[in-house]
């Protein structure tokens, strides 16, 4: 699933809180640039973001409690320009799924999906979301001219269950 209209996606779907087990992909892409991204996408159409500045980008909006975000992986399919930085976190962590260094947005992925599994960041194996947030990528370094980044947000709704009944009594 994706979301086309320059906002982020949401996270859950209409309709996915009511399936708590089921496993779903967000996709978001993030443009910059007035070369071929702007003849294949126009200045905006069929990108999430596309902007000139150094910003903080929200890609995937928490917009319900108890997300359980499993993995953020990417591939950058149109480099960076030299010196960007970015990186993919939350409000707690700007670099919480991504650091820049892991996801080296001046080189073009060959093919692959990468994550930051690898490199001992704070959310290698997931976060659960108690409260509404966002997954953010945050652009520094130089300016960008160009590049394409493609986002992806593996999770699952899992709602907070009540505390169990610990059978204890009065007499007890």
């Known amino acids: 699933m994706g979301n086309l209209g320059g906002t982020a996606v949401a996270i859950p779907q209409i309709?996915?809180?009511?399936?708590?087990?089921?496993?779903?992909?967000?996709i978001c892409r993030l443009?910059?640039?007035?070369?071929a991204e702007t003849a294949t996408y126009g200045s905006s159409g069929g990108l999430n973001r596309w902007t000139d500045t150094q910003e903080v980008i929200?890609?995937?909006?928490?917009?319900?409690?108890?997300?359980?975000?499993?993995?953020?992986?990417?591939?950058?399919?149109t480099a960076f320009?030299?010196?960007?930085?970015?990186?993919?976190?939350?409000?707690?962590?700007?670099?919480?799924y991504a650091a820049a260094v892991q996801l080296a947005a001046t080189i073009i992925s060959t093919g692959c999906?990468?994550?930051d599994s690898s490199c001992?960041?704070?959310?290698?194996?997931?976060?659960?979301?108690?409260?509404?947030d966002a997954i953010d990528a945050t652009v520094a370094?130089?300016?960008?001219?160009?590049?394409?980044?493609?986002?992806?947000?593996?999770?699952?709704?899992a709602p907070?269950?009540?505390s169990p009944d610990t059978g204890g009594s009065a007499n007890t």
């Open 15 to 26: 309709g996915e809180e009511y399936i708590p087990h089921g496993l779903y992909v967000a």
């Open 120 to 132: 001992g960041k704070e959310y290698a194996v997931g976060k659960r979301y108690l409260t509404t």
């Open 31 to 35: 443009g910059y640039g007035s070369t």
């Open 141 to 157: 370094g130089a300016n960008p001219v160009v590049g394409l980044l493609n986002a992806y947000c593996v999770y699952s709704y």
């Open 81 to 96: 320009t030299a010196s960007v930085t970015i990186t993919l976190g939350d409000t707690e962590v700007a670099g919480g």
């Open 58 to 77: 929200p890609l995937f909006d928490i917009n319900s409690t108890g997300i359980m975000v499993h993995s953020v992986s990417w591939d950058v399919e």
């Open 160 to 162: 907070e269950y009540p």
């Open 113 to 115: 999906a990468f994550s």
